[in-house]
């Protein structure tokens, strides 16, 4: 079993910048990929940006430029950092890992949910 525990949503002015954190944690061989997505009021839930193990990444063309994406395998954990921030990015931030559990399964989790909002 994996449980993530994310932090760092909140509310910020446009321009401005936030940083997510999420952490795993619980009984599992090995964390795999990492990522972030998130979901808008009425909107489906979309990939923000993903890091595998071995730091390759892969972001949303609205992310490209604007957004950090960063992890600690030791710690397994994993950042978003959130610059330039626009009143479009209001949504709920999802942490996303995949893992191999400790019998080599595959385990898809996510984090509750962090709320980011920005204003104009």
């Known amino acids: 079993q994996v449980q993530l525990v994310e932090s760092g949503g909140g509310l910020v002015q446009a321009g401005g910048s936030l940083r997510l954190s999420c952490a795993a944690s619980g009984s599992f061989f090995r964390i795999n990929a990492m990522g972030w997505y998130r979901q808008a009021p009425g909107k489906q839930r979309e990939m923000v940006a993903r890091i595998t193990r071995g730091d390759n990444t892969d972001y949303a063309d609205s992310a490209k430029g604007r957004f950090t994406i960063s992890r600690d395998n030791a710690q397994n954990t994993v950042w978003l950092q959130m610059d330039s921030l626009q009143p479009e990015d209001t949504a709920v931030y999802y942490c996303?890992?995949?893992?191999?559990?400790?019998?080599?399964?595959?385990?898809?989790?996510w984090g509750q949910g962090t709320q980011v909002t920005v204003s104009s």
């Open positions: 996303y890992a995949g893992a191999l559990s400790t019998m080599m399964l595959l385990l898809d989790t």
